[in-house]
């Protein structure tokens, strides 16, 4: 799990070379695109949160601050769900009295729960979006 609170973090984050070149990407966009829209400070108004395989229910719904996923998990209310082949971006707009951005990994060692949410939301005949 990776949860980016500041441009800082952001920086950090996508400077590591052990993670791969899409999910830099992916994180400096949604980063740079946060700190353009409110550039006082990433976290006053967004905040960035990477679900990895191995992550437990219990880790993310902590670090996403509600329970998204597990035997507590809400109804899904997410504002937007994208498919970006390996890594799906969910988008919460003003939980917890900022947006969150969950970037979740699309593999088979991702969390049941949340890999589900994000699989349903393209299955038509499941999801019924």
Same mark, same amino acid.
């Given at each position: *799990?990776?949860? *980016? ?5 952001v ?5 590591? #070379?052990?993670?791969? !070149? =899409?999910l @830099?990407?992916?994180?400096?966009? @949604? ?15 967004? @905040? ?6 191995? =992550? ?17 998990? !809400? !109804? ?6 994208? =498919? ?10 003003g939980?917890?009295? @900022? ?8 593999? #088979? ?21």
């Amino acid at each position: *799990m990776l949860s *980016m609170n500041t441009i800082a973090d952001v920086a950090g984050v996508i400077s590591d #070379p052990d993670l791969e !070149e =899409d999910l @830099r990407t992916l994180i400096a966009h @949604r980063g740079w695109q946060a700190y353009a829209d409110h550039p006082s400070h990433v976290s006053e108004d967004t @905040r960035i949160l990477v679900v990895q395989g191995g =992550d437990t229910a219990y880790v993310i719904n902590t670090a996403a601050g509600f329970p998204i996923t597990g035997d507590d998990a !809400e !109804e899904p209310k997410y504002d937007t769900l994208e =498919d970006h082949g390996l890594w799906f971006e969910i988008v919460y707009r003003g939980r917890c009295g @900022r947006d969150t951005v969950i970037l979740v990994e699309n593999g #088979p060692g991702t969390e049941l729960g949340i890999h589900y949410l994000c699989l349903a939301h393209f299955w038509t005949e499941v999801g019924g979006r």
